[in-house]
């Protein structure tokens, strides 16, 4: 099923479908991914994430976690993907989410269609509240959260190490239910 990819009309962003991820976008995945753990400010995560390591990846994720592609001319430029944020059932409608583009891509409006669309998603997969953790260097992330009706809700200060050094990360939640 692919996603409506929300109420932005800019004219490059007419050409992006959304659509589940397959096997086959392994490869891209994995590309994006590292492309932007490189850059150091948007995520803890460091790679390889090789095409083979993304799509075990993708076939181990369980039905409340989909990934889905942003595709322009059939080329993926975008990626992005809801997870359980807990295994405590009080905590079972909350989805930690993730969007990353292509660095060529920036700027377009793509990472603003794909939270878009996550949001609207959500709650079919039984999700009331969507919450991120961003690095706090990583101002298009946090622009991008706050520009998608999310709101800063505090820091978590050294949370987790990344490259031996400690990072803070700044929680961002919306919830889909309740109006802000």
């Known amino acids: 099923m692919a996603l409506r990819a929300g109420l932005y009309s800019e004219s490059v962003t007419?050409?992006?479908?959304?659509?589940?991820?397959?096997?086959?976008?392994?490869?891209?995945?994995?590309?994006?991914?590292?492309?932007?753990a490189a850059g150091g400010s948007a995520t803890f995560?460091?790679?390889?994430?090789?095409?083979?390591?993304?799509?075990?990846?993708?076939?181990?994720?369980?039905?409340?976690?989909?990934?889905?592609?942003g595709l322009m001319a059939d080329e993926v430029v975008a990626w992005s993907a809801?997870?359980?944020f807990s295994h405590r059932a009080w905590y079972a409608g909350v989805a930690e989410y993730t969007v990353y583009v292509a660095g060529h891509h920036h700027g377009r409006g793509i990472g603003?269609?794909?939270?878009?669309?996550?949001?609207?998603?959500?709650?079919?997969?039984?999700?009331?509240?969507?919450?991120?953790?961003?690095?706090?260097e990583n101002g298009a992330?946090?622009?991008?959260?706050l520009g998608g009706g999310f709101r800063e809700v505090g820091t978590h200060?050294?949370?987790?190490?990344?490259?031996?050094?400690?990072?803070?990360?700044?929680?961002?939640?919306?919830?889909?239910?309740?109006?802000?």
């Open 112 to 136: 603003r269609r794909m939270l878009a669309a996550l949001a609207e998603a959500a709650p079919r997969y039984g999700y009331w509240k969507l919450v991120g953790m961003i690095l706090p």
């Open 157 to 180: 200060r050294a949370h987790a190490r990344r490259q031996g050094e400690w990072r803070d990360v700044t929680i961002v939640e919306r919830h889909l239910e309740v109006p802000a």
């Open 45 to 69: 995560a460091t790679g390889p994430h090789t095409a083979e390591e993304r799509r075990a990846w993708l076939a181990a994720r369980e039905a409340r976690a989909p990934v889905w592609c």
């Open 82 to 84: 809801l997870a359980p």
């Open 14 to 36: 007419s050409e992006l479908t959304i659509r589940p991820a397959a096997s086959a976008d392994a490869g891209a995945i994995g590309a994006i991914y590292d492309e932007a």
């Open 141 to 145: 992330g946090l622009a991008l959260a």
